[in-house]
């Protein structure tokens, strides 16, 4: 069984930044880790839970959903079986609950939460103007 934790979520003025983490463990600790692609997702309320980036196996490929292109940037550490989502110039719409998620093999392109095979239990990120 594969376990994923967020945390570094927060309160935050418009405009500045945040670092969400995402610690795998269980099956996905060690050298399975770099085996998954890692993706982020976020659900405000009322709305359903949407795409904001994924980062492929090995780090080298990344892919964003428009809202957050050039704003976000993610990245992950093999070997500390870590996913991160640096956020920079946040708005008040970024307001939500923020997911990690995994899926084996995944090649940083899986967009859909459909396509993820295990979750994290989320992190409230504040946005405030």
């Known amino acids: 069984q594969v376990q994923l934790a967020e945390s570094g979520g927060g309160f935050v003025q418009a405009g500045g930044s945040l670092r969400l983490s995402c610690l795998a463990s269980?099956?996905?600790?060690?050298?399975?880790?770099?085996?998954?692609?890692m993706g982020w997702f976020r659900q405000a309320p009322g709305k359903e839970r949407e795409f904001v980036g994924a980062i492929d196996w090995s780090g080298a490929r990344t892919s964003y959903a428009d809202s957050v292109k050039g704003r976000f940037d993610i990245s992950r550490d093999n070997i500390r079986n870590t996913a991160s989502l640096q956020m920079n110039m946040l708005k008040p719409e970024d307001t939500a609950v923020y997911y990690c998620?995994?899926?084996?093999?995944?090649?940083?392109?899986?967009?859909?939460?459909?396509?993820?095979?295990?979750w994290g239990q989320g992190t409230q990120v504040t946005v405030f103007s």
């Open positions: 269980g099956a996905a600790s060690g050298r399975a880790f770099g085996s998954y692609g």
């Open positions: 998620a995994a899926v084996q093999y995944g090649r940083g392109t899986n967009t859909g939460w459909l396509e993820y095979e295990y």
